[in-house]
């Protein structure tokens, strides 16, 4: 049986092999769910419920049909945190993690599907990355587990309480679980603003990419052993500021949107703090500190757009990426400019990752226009909503405006589909199609088209 499985995985293409794992780790999700002491006692969950809690888990949207701290027992509420280091952290992270723990190397074959899993571009040093990944997000969510403990003593009866809290909702925002144990999101601590703060910055740690927060772990710490000055690299550069230029444009657009209207009355800072905390839980956070369903149309349909983007590469997040939207910002100013190749920070950009950006971006939106015409036409509920909805489960984000209980059958399906997409990634999912096709050794002749 055992080398029936690797004959059948050794003949999968990578992006199959990683598209297998992420299905059984779903179907294992769904297994752990069902267990005896998982739920309340006397709740009953219906199979599909069970199923798309776990796949909302796995792509750590945060969408529930369910109220989590009602259905799940604390060992329940334990296992949906394993089930959101699985999905955050990723499958072959955590693979390689207990595979080297076992004292097993990791062959040609498994780097290559932790290449596709992470978006590398590279086979060498991805071991000592996953191992990097896992001790930087434990790091993580055991320091925010500790401050927000600290934090919650405030609000809860006790202490074992307040850190039982503090740890799920560290572990959610930094995977961008997006689950709470609330029922209201982070909406209790809406005047709170040292919780939003760290909670904040827990999404973005988690939402930035891996690669980023490793190449700033060797600037603070091991560049002094480095014979050659520092240096980060493009990615995280193009990262960076486009991440911190969507946190910053979505919480000005928030604010001059909303100001006469759900920001009306409102001190500077309670309308500054508001619209912040959802510009940043928009890159994939799915906690919120404020119901939506506030928010005036134009706010709901900018929310989208930023949800639709996502998180970055190589992050616990989904979307087209943060780097995605960069590189067609760059592609439409130099097109502009006349200009074939794109160069920015002293580097030029390979015209197959262009490429790459645009064929993602294309696809994304046909994914996402096609589920919202879909769910259309299924659900009796009102367009905006819909298109909300899709963007969020699309992004993994996980923000609502209240429908996911309200969906059909068939509507849970196409939104879980949607999750599932958005977790592998649009590259992986462009792989998938793809197959093993071979390349083509010919060219025919060339001719224009009319084009605009």
């Not at 973005?204 to 014979?227: C, D, M, W």
């Not at 193009?238 to 969507?246: D, K, Y």
């Not at 912040?276 to 929310?303: C, K, M, W, Y």
């Not at 036409?377 to 909503?385: M, Q, R, T």
């Amino acid at each position: 049986m055992r080398n029936r499985f690797k004959y059948i995985l050794d003949n999968l293409t990578p992006a199959r092999a990683i598209f297998s794992f992420y299905f059984i780790a779903v179907t294992v999700s769904v297994l752990l769910l069902r267990l005896p002491g998982v739920h309340q006692e006397g709740v009953e969950v219906p199979l599909l419920d069970t199923i798309f809690t776990a796949v909302s888990s796995v792509s750590v949207t945060g969408l529930t049909v369910l109220n989590i701290s009602e259905t799940y027992s604390t060992f329940g509420i334990f296992v949906l945190m394993f089930i959101f280091q699985f999905g955050g952290i990723g499958v072959m992270s955590l693979g390689t993690f207990v595979w080297l723990l076992i004292g097993k190397k990791i062959g040609l074959r498994g780097r290559q599907l932790i290449m596709i899993d992470h978006n590398q571009s590279s086979l060498s040093g991805l071991v000592a990355l996953m191992i990097e990944i896992l001790k930087l997000i434990l790091i993580i969510e055991g320091v925010g587990a500790i401050i927000l403990g600290f934090l919650f003593i405030d609000y809860y009866a006790t202490v074992q309480e307040a850190f039982f809290h503090g740890l799920f909702t560290s572990i959610s925002a930094t995977t961008n679980a997006g689950l709470d144990l609330t029922a209201a999101s982070m909406m209790p601590y809406a005047n709170d603003y040292l919780i939003q703060l760290v909670l904040i910055l827990l999404i973005t740690l988690g939402a930035i990419g891996f690669p980023v927060l490793i190449e700033l772990k060797h600037y603070l710490f091991n560049r002094k052993q480095l014979s050659l000055p520092f240096r980060f690299s493009l990615f995280t550069k193009i990262t960076t500021i486009t991440f911190a230029g969507l946190l910053a444009l979505g919480t000005i657009v928030i604010i001059l949107l909303e100001f006469q209207h759900s920001f009306k009355g409102m001190d500077w800072h309670e309308a500054f703090f508001y619209a912040f905390f959802q510009s940043a839980t928009t890159r994939s956070g799915g906690l919120s500190t404020i119901d939506v369903n506030h928010f005036t149309e134009p706010t709901l349909l900018v929310i989208s757009l930023l949800m639709f983007i996502g998180a970055s590469p190589s992050s616990v997040g989904g979307g087209i990426r943060t780097t995605t939207f960069a590189l067609n910002l760059l592609f439409l100013y130099h097109f502009a400019k006349g200009r074939k190749d794109i160069k920015i920070f002293k580097r030029e950009i390979y015209e197959d990752d262009v490429r790459k950006a645009l064929a993602v971006t294309i696809l994304s939106f046909m994914i996402c226009f096609f589920a919202i015409i879909i769910l259309s036409i299924s659900e009796s509920l009102p367009l905006l909503a819909i298109v909300f909805e899709v963007c969020s489960a699309f992004g993994t984000t996980g923000l609502s405006m209240g429908i996911t209980t309200e969906l059909t059958t068939f509507g849970k399906w196409v939104i879980m589909i949607l999750m599932f997409i958005g977790r592998i990634g649009l590259v992986s999912f462009f792989l998938l199609l793809r197959g093993k096709e071979p390349d083509l050794h010919y060219h025919y002749p060339k001719e224009r088209i009319i084009i605009g």
